[in-house]
């Protein structure tokens, strides 16, 4: 019993682990490709210098993340095999084929176009590589709506009948995929990706505007940054509340936690803004509370009765610390960010947008902020789910693979120190591209590399390449 | 051996096609890792990655489809195989992991593109040599009780995988050689010829040594290839495969620039149809059909429709991509 337990500790670890790592990347890249599409767009419609060269600059950005997502995502597709091959068994029928639509319809489509966006600009033509560029924009989208349909199908599972072997069988293939939480996380997800890559973009633009004021890409992107910022900022407020009240509906032993209620609250039930929750002795030590506030947010009522996890079986208890405090850390980073755009319309419309060095700096502390919400985001919604992995319906402890724990410990220990040093090594590259000011008439990625060293000397291509570097 | 064409035969037969693809597509990609500790000179190593660099990612994909369409069409199968293959899938993976990045990383460091070569070599060879030790512990069989793997986490490893491991990276070399005599000028172009011989001599050997060893493996492939009238199926197989080589190598004679990568992939094409020979209609070989495995019909069928709309679209603008890349890559001119 000892070691079974072992074994799901570490397959849990081994998810968390390899999953936290590979959606830092499509986070980035849903949004990136959609910036760059606008980019190219915006070049193609006026002509204008500063937008290819922004394109060109954020497309080696694009290269490095994305090729990241790509690998490591390869990874989880193989995860569900190896690590919960139970899970793959009985859910098989239903995930398998949203899995399978998200590889025809997205994947095929943003690598297949990819090798174009890269390299193909010279060979192809404007029009043509546009539309090499939309159709990677569009297959990130794609992508994401298969995926968090199958991750909305575990949380809220419809549609399905189960066979005599067990397994999870599709009745009605609308309702499995528009099960009911899956149009709430869609929205959300999607606009924590343009958040992110937002708020990386605006934190570029603010680092090159704090050495140069008048380099015109920096500005444009800063300018078009902070406008996204403000105008998604709030949008995305409004959807989470409407996510959170779905979750409520469908889920609610994950709202308790995320709330921090152990106990029922037949009057009103307070908000909770900070405190320890003790699992063990079912209470939230410490607590700092606004009286009634919950129910008004919940149930939009001071007085509306709201139960407690005293109401569910205590073997069906989500680990309420953790899902308690990665949703305040996502709400809190929520709203730094609105507060960010907020400050950006007022100092733009004082004109002070590109001057303000103050504010400069706060973008750039700002830049990793999409990326902690999105992760807080995950780990609370996936952490609320437990101890199930089809919520209500699969038991986490059902679903692992029947490997022993030296197995699982050992490809957890290959894992964790190939993503590190792989990892630290890109965001190491990608921070120099970042650091380097987005100049006029800059190029995309250089596969002409090459070709100049061998032309006149190598050395030369090195310097070539050192220069772009 | 009646084939009666259900889904579930369709489906193995998609299945069988898409990881063909795959094999045609990533095998000469991850070969170039394998050839790539022969070319040290830096100019050959960027003709090289550049020869593939559009295409890589597409290429990889196909494994995606493979995985994520064995878990949709074949849940059990997939659920059976992956924990009985957990250390070389693992191990595949990881090698995938460190080649893909090489492919960027390399190009963004000076001091470090060393580091990055190995990655890329060590990475393909890793996935290569586990994809067929992968392939070698499924023909040997698994141990299967109820819907569940039920052996150790080394079972995987006999002698028999590690010869197909090794055959797997000799025919991907082979692929990769063809590849670049396919895509390559002058003296690089020169080696690969050189390469290609060596390693198509390498790769007859290992599809002997396979085929003699495959046979005996278990009572059922015995009985598939050597006993009458299925002989009349399985005979032409090594036929051809000696036909075929015998073109290849004439091709290699004749220098020419399309036929090795062709006939290679042919080579290919029949060594895996006798797999196929050998296996049908199981898919956990001796312990589970592709009946047994297969999904119900309406998860088979909800995918049948995106197969058949979409894999043709997927290999049209995949061939676009191919052809805007078309011809030679060479240090003096880059693309075309």
Known sequence: MFEALDAIVLARAQFAFTMSFHIVFPSFSIGLASYLAVLEALWVWTGREVFISLFNYWLKIFAVAFGMGVVSGIVMSYQFGTNWSAFADKTGPIIGPMMAYEVLTAFFLEAGFLGVMLFGLKRVGHRLHFLATLMVATGTLISTFWILSANSWMQTPAGYAINSDGQFVASDWLKVIFNPSFPYRLVHMVLAAYLTTALVVGAVGAYHLLRDQKLAGSRVMFSMAMWMVSLVAPIQMLAGDQHGLNTLKYQPAKVMAMEGHYQSHPNGAPLILFGLPDQAEAKVKYAIEVPKMSSLILKHSPNAPLTGLDTVPRKDWPPVPVTFWSFRVMVGMGCLIAGLGLLSLFLRWRGDLHRSRLFHLGAMAMGPAGFIAVLAGWITTETGRQPFTVFGLLRTVESVSPLAAPAVASSLIAFVVAYFALFIAGAIYILRLMALPPRPSEQGPRSDIPVRAAGITPAAGVAAEGAAI | ?336
């Open chain 2, 1 to 336: 051996m009646s084939v009666s064409i259900d889904l579930a035969t369709v489906w193995a037969f998609i299945i069988a096609f898409v990881v063909f693809v795959y094999i045609v597509m990533d095998g000469f990609d991850l070969g170039l890792g394998i050839l790539f500790p022969l070319f040290p000179a830096k100019v050959d190593r960027d003709v090289i990655m550049n020869s593939v660099a559009p295409v890589w990612d597409g290429n990889e994909t196909w494994l995606v489809l493979g995985g994520g369409g064995m878990m949709a069409a074949f849940p059990l199968a997939y659920a059976v195989l992956m924990p009985a293959l957990y250390t070389p899938v693992i191990a595949m993976l990881l090698g995938l992991v460190f080649r893909g990045v090489a492919f960027e990383f390399r190009w963004r460091t000076r001091r470090e593109r060393n580091l990055w070569d190995i990655a890329f070599a060590g990475g393909s060879l890793l996935a290569a040599l586990a994809q067929g030790v992968a392939l070698g512990a499924i023909l040997q069989g698994v141990h299967v009780e109820g819907r569940h793997y039920a052996g150790g986490w080394w079972d995987w490893l006999t002698p028999f995988s590690i010869l197909t491991g090794a055959a797997l990276v000799v025919g991907y070399a082979l692929l990769g050689a063809a590849w670049l005599v396919m895509k390559t000028e002058g003296e690089l172009r020169d080696r690969a010829y050189r390469l290609s011989w060596l390693f198509l001599i390498a790769m007859l050997g290992a599809i002997g040594a396979v085929s003699i060893a495959t046979p005996f493996l278990q009572v059922q492939y015995t009985q598939r290839w050597f006993t009458w009238p299925n002989v009349i199926l399985t005979a032409p197989v090594p036929i051809a495969v000696a036909g075929v080589s015998a073109l290849l190598l004439r091709s290699l004679v004749n220098k020419y620039d399309y036929q090795p990568f062709l006939l290679s992939l042919m080579l290919f094409a029949l060594s895996y149809a006798g797999l196929g020979i050998s296996m049908y209609p199981y898919i956990v070989p001796q312990s589970i059909t592709i009946w047994q495995a297969a999904s119900p019909e309406n998860s088979q069928l909800f995918m049948l429709f995106g197969v058949a709309v979409l894999i043709p679209l997927i290999l049209g603008y995949t061939a676009w991509a191919y052809w805007v890349f078309r011809g030679k890559v060479n240090a003096a001119s880059g693309f075309h």
